[in-house]
């Protein structure tokens, strides 16, 4: 569905030569003006961070413009929902030819999460011809100074469409069990991700199935008691110390026959006192 | 106005040298998810945990692959495809240089995998590498030679016809692998 006609004097203004002529001829200057489309706010944060002295765009003449009729380039956030469509294309025909339109945010480039909702028409390129997108939900002000100096010409594009066709060999990916029992593994990373979600669940799972090995015979409660232990000592972050407790004693005594005494005692820990 | 230098000096310079310089992000920082398509085993689990549908997994026109496909503009950075899938393909990297110019199909990348066909009705159902991952998660899960043997034909049937399958057998009276 095309929303909007591109007035003839602007799509003339605005080739590509001119707006090449354009960067050449402000320098070090560039006004930007920031529109809000209906974003959450959530990259407005960071553009603001972005301009603080902490990344300080300044270096490369970048300034916030409180007036489109100022401004060089457009910095558009947000999905656009309807009541933001006349504002957005009012502030786009004020803009002085040639203007250069950066479309920040997951939702200004795609509509983001909110692509499929009734009241938005999910992106910024969908209405007006868009120069640079910058992804991120919200961009990292890191994103928003390489996005911004990318579209300038000062440094180049990283990222290029990937596309693999060809199957290779799959390489072998379910590992032996260390106890003989593949779902020991299994209740292990289920109850490791349960206790300390996904990316330190992983972790967890990885620094107690290395101290099971060490204690030589993983079906021996008596010597894995001892290696898990002294992997609790040694550990320096207490949540993984006492989630490997945790784990040995709720997911290992169900596979390895144990008696009450090879848990491990958690209560190890008695505060106040030295 | 020395003051004002005096406190400059004593703080020093804090600005970030970052396009000059490369930047470290901070620890655990979610950048693009990075997708290791050699590991992928087509099992959409990522397309379902997807809020935003950045990741899409759908047979093409004629059914003869399997595109996984992600478009990292639609991303929202959450990491449930990370927390979801089986195998390791997609993780989290630390990737923030994600800006491009003019044409957003930068943003994509996809994978195509080869369909696995329904040995009794021939439709196209799954990924061949899902079914091989699954035979090989079978095969190290103590599980007789008999049951695997039969694992074997069920798991190249697409449901409809395994559950024909299934029921036929059932009201045969043949023995059944019980374990």
Redesign the interface.
């Known amino acids: 569905m095309k929303t909007y006609e591109i007035p003839n004097e602007i799509e003339l203004a605005n080739t590509l030569e001119q707006k090449l002529e354009l960067l050449k001829q402000i320098g070090r200057s560039f006004s930007v003006f920031r529109i809000d489309c209906g974003s959450c706010n959530g990259c407005e944060i960071e553009i603001f961070a972005a301009i603080t002295p902490l990344w300080d765009p300044e270096r490369f003449g970048f300034k916030l413009v409180a007036n489109p009729r100022h401004a060089d380039i457009l910095l558009c956030t947000g999905p656009v929902t309807r009541q933001m469509y006349y504002p957005l294309l009012r502030a786009y025909e004020a803009t002085p030819d040639p203007k250069i339109v950066v479309a920040l945010g997951a939702c200004g480039v795609t509509g983001g999460i909110f692509y499929d909702a009734y009241s938005v028409l999910s992106g910024i390129d969908k209405i007006i011809p868009v120069d640079a997108y910058i992804p991120g939900c919200p961009p990292h002000p890191a994103s928003i100074i390489y996005g911004l100096t990318t579209a300038l010409g000062v440094l180049e594009q990283k990222l290029q469409k990937v596309s693999f066709e060809e199957e290779g060999d799959l390489p072998p990916l379910v590992e032996d069990s260390v106890l003989g029992n593949t779902l020991f593994e299994r209740d292990l990373l289920v109850q490791a991700k349960r206790l300390m979600s996904y990316v330190f669940g992983r972790k967890l799972f990885d620094k107690y199935i290395k101290a099971l090995v060490q204690s030589g015979n993983t079906k021996d409660p008596k010597a894995t008691k001892v290696s898990i232990t002294e992997a609790i000592q040694t550990e320096e972050d207490p949540r993984y110390a006492e989630c490997m407790g945790i784990l040995h004693n709720e997911i290992y005594t169900q596979y390895v026959l144990c008696e009450e005494e090879d848990k491990i005692d958690l209560h190890r820990v008695i505060w106040g006192a030295k | 106005m020395m003051k004002l230098l005096d406190i400059s000096k004593k703080y020093g310079e804090?600005?970030?040298k970052?396009?000059f310089e490369p930047?470290k992000?901070s620890d655990?920082?979610r950048g693009k998810p990075a997708?290791i398509?050699?590991?992928c085993?087509g099992c959409a689990a990522c397309g379902i945990a997807c809020?935003?549908?950045a990741i899409t997994v759908q047979f093409n026109d004629d059914k003869s692959k399997l595109v996984w496909e992600f478009?990292?503009?639609?991303?929202?950075?959450c990491?449930r495809c990370?927390?979801v899938c089986p195998?390791g393909a997609i993780k989290l990297s630390e990737e923030?240089?994600?800006?491009?110019?003019?044409d957003?199909?930068?943003?994509?990348?996809?994978?195509?995998?080869?369909t696995q066909y329904c040995t009794t009705c021939n439709k196209p159902f799954s990924a061949?590498?899902l079914v091989?991952?699954s035979f090989?998660?079978l095969s190290?899960?103590?599980v007789s030679e008999k049951r695997l043997e039969e694992a074997k034909n069920y798991l190249c049937m697409c449901p409809t016809c395994k559950k024909t399958a299934t029921v036929a057998t059932f009201t045969s009276g043949k023995e059944m692998v019980i374990e």
């Open positions: 804090i600005t970030h970052y396009p930047y992000v655990n920082f997708y398509f050699d590991l085993i809020p935003s549908n478009d990292c503009g639609r991303c929202i950075f990491g990370d927390e195998t923030f240089e994600l800006a491009v110019k003019f957003k199909s930068a943003l994509i990348q996809r994978g195509e995998l080869d061949k590498r091989k991952y090989e998660c190290k899960a103590n």
